[in-house]
């Protein structure tokens, strides 16, 4: 190849190289990527949402763009659609001692921590927890089922983000970027805790707060279906 041709062809070596680049990291999903994702909640009411059959007191309240429940107001709240393979973004803040619950799968009726699935929302460090937990209690365990690594949660009073993604037989929950259960269902093969959770064998139903008598706040919840 003659010499002056050199630095043209690198040239274009490297601008290939970067538009190659950029496909690949448009490709790729990223934590704050909100592509396909549709609002569960427009920061109002409670549109959208209905609950189970364990409603107490006044239910879960809106209140400044944030939804909570409380020590005497709260239950099982569900979306009305349901879900099979999706990503569910939302955002929560724990106080001392809180204790809550994401279903997914879930029926309407039944304890979700057995008819369908629940993924612990708690206070690891509350003071009637610490030190008291069997792992798969800790925050984000696919309850009694499968634990999740621990560290993730930020001090209560703040805000914490988390992911739950769910696919074929294929769950991971991620909190403040870190992954923290990766599991496939397919692995849990013990016959007592698969008779005591028949909701593994789910294919959809719906997500929803399970709330256990302590006050959370949740908001920006977002779910993205997918294919």
Not at 14 to 31: K, N, V
Not at 53 to 76: L, P, R, S, W
Not at 166 to 187: E, F, P, Y
Not at 199 to 221: A, C, D, Q, T, Y
Request: glycine share 12%.
């Amino acid at each position: 190849m003659p010499a002056t041709c050199r630095p043209i062809s690198a040239a274009l070596c490297a601008a290939c190289l970067l538009t190659a680049a950029c496909a690949l990291a448009a490709d790729r999903p990223s934590a704050t990527d909100e592509k396909g994702f549709v609002s569960l909640f427009d920061g109002k009411d409670l549109t959208g949402w209905v609950y189970g059959d364990n409603k107490a007191g006044k239910g879960y309240q809106v209140e400044n763009g944030v939804v909570f429940c409380t020590e005497h107001d709260g239950g099982n709240l569900y979306t009305v659609e349901e879900y099979s393979d999706f990503v569910f973004r939302f955002d929560f803040k724990l106080e001392d001692g809180s204790n809550n619950g994401i279903g997914i799968r879930a029926p309407l009726k039944g304890d979700a921590a057995y008819v369908g699935m629940e993924i612990q929302v708690l206070d690891d460090n509350g003071k009637e927890y610490k030190g008291k937990l069997r792992p798969a209690q800790y925050h984000g365990s696919i309850y009694d089922v499968v634990p999740a690594r621990q560290g993730s949660l930020k001090p209560t009073g703040e805000w914490n983000s988390e992911e739950i993604t769910a696919q074929g037989r294929h769950i991971t929950v991620k909190v403040n970027g870190q992954t923290i259960v990766d599991a496939n269902l397919d692995d849990v093969k013990d016959p007592k805790v698969l008779k005591k959770h028949p909701g593994l064998l789910r294919p959809s139903g719906h997500i929803g707060f399970l709330g256990h008598g302590s006050r959370v706040e949740f908001k920006n919840m977002r779910v993205k279906e997918l294919k």
